[in-house]
């Protein structure tokens, strides 16, 4: 808590040295320049107090470009996305916040915090003709996933009649979210979006 430039003037005054060099009562210029650096040290020490709440990413305001450059935000995910002072220092604490793991529960979250709602399943070496035991998929296949966005999702544009053969069967134009999910998911799997 900052201390009033009062109290800063009588504190000044009491580090000068006794004798008649520096006696002086109110109204002389010695009294007029104590209580100037008086004022300008009230002054900083409030600014050291506002200093303390920007140390918190949560309330900062001035130190949000730091916050964010340490956070390696806004990532090249997040640019297409508005960048509100509120959205990026809501994303300043998710990125403090945020556990990492790269389970099914946390790309679900994070992709719930962008305002998505997916789903995820994960894929398992898959095999037919259980006397035989051939696999069909094969081994890798048990490093894949597959995220399914919500119904009637308007980002996914799907392949019509008339169509030229060989083309895509649906376009996703949300890149935010892939590139969101395509950091958070573990590096040795292969994400499918349906």
């Known amino acids: 808590m900052a201390m009033s430039a009062v109290k800063y003037a009588e504190a000044l005054h009491a580090l000068l040295p ?26 900083i020490d409030a600014r050291g107090d506002e200093l303390l709440t920007q140390v918190f990413p949560d309330k900062s305001t001035e130190l949000l470009a730091e916050w964010e ?25 998710a990125r403090l916040t945020q556990n990492s793991e790269p389970t099914v529960a946390f790309l679900v979250a994070a992709a719930t915090a962008l305002g998505y709602d997916i789903t995820i399943t994960e894929n398992r070496e898959r095999r037919f003709g259980a006397s035989y035991g051939t696999p069909y998929g094969g081994p890798d296949w048990n490093l894949t996933f597959t995220v399914a966005l919500s119904s009637g999702d308007p980002l996914i544009t799907s392949r019509q009649y008339g169509a030229d053969y060989g083309g895509v069967y649906a376009t996703i134009s949300d890149l935010p979210l892939l590139c969101l999910l395509g950091h958070l998911k573990p590096a040795h799997t292969i994400m499918f979006i349906l």
């Open 69 to 93: 450059r340490v956070c390696g935000l806004p990532d090249e995910c997040m640019v297409a996305l508005a960048q509100t002072d509120a959205a990026r220092e809501a994303a300043i604490v």
């Open 18 to 43: 006794p004798g008649d060099a520096f006696a002086g009562g109110e109204g002389t210029t010695l009294d007029g320049l104590l209580l100037g650096l008086a004022q300008e040290l009230e002054r």
